[in-house]
């Protein structure tokens, strides 16, 4: 997770209050946004924090997400080929010795 270690190390220095916005501050995740909402109202800042840091968390979960993606398109050629060859292998290990008896077989005629 990206906020843990900021949070654990904001719990360990014994900073509790404003541990959220401080933490994510040091650590640049979301600077500048919560840059702004630290001098607001605490009443009417923590409305804005949750809707800020749910905006935060879907983007990062479509920015996994795209990563997911393309990492995956990019193992899928990968894989068919790691499994063409092995099936290859697969078929030539059981021809093989088919051929062989068939050639013993047949110069022995």
């Known amino acids: 997770m990206v906020f843990y270690p900021a949070v654990r190390a ?4 014994g900073a509790v209050e404003g541990l959220v ?3 994510l501050e040091e ?15 605490p009443a009417c800042s923590r ?7 749910e905006k ?4 990062y979960e479509a920015e996994v997400e795209a990563m997911v993606e393309a990492l995956t398109s990019l193992i899928e050629p990968l894989l068919i080929v790691v499994m063409g060859v092995t099936v290859g292998g697969m078929v030539v290990a059981l021809y093989m010795p088919m051929f062989g008896i068939i050639g013993k077989l047949g110069a022995s005629s």
Do not use: C
């Open 21 to 23: 916005l401080e933490a």
């Open 56 to 59: 935060i968390a879907d983007f």
């Open 10 to 13: 904001g719990i360990d220095d």
């Open 47 to 53: 409305a804005f924090l949750d809707e800020l840091l």
């Open 27 to 41: 650590h640049h995740v979301v600077k500048w946004t919560l840059s702004e909402l630290d001098g607001l109202d």
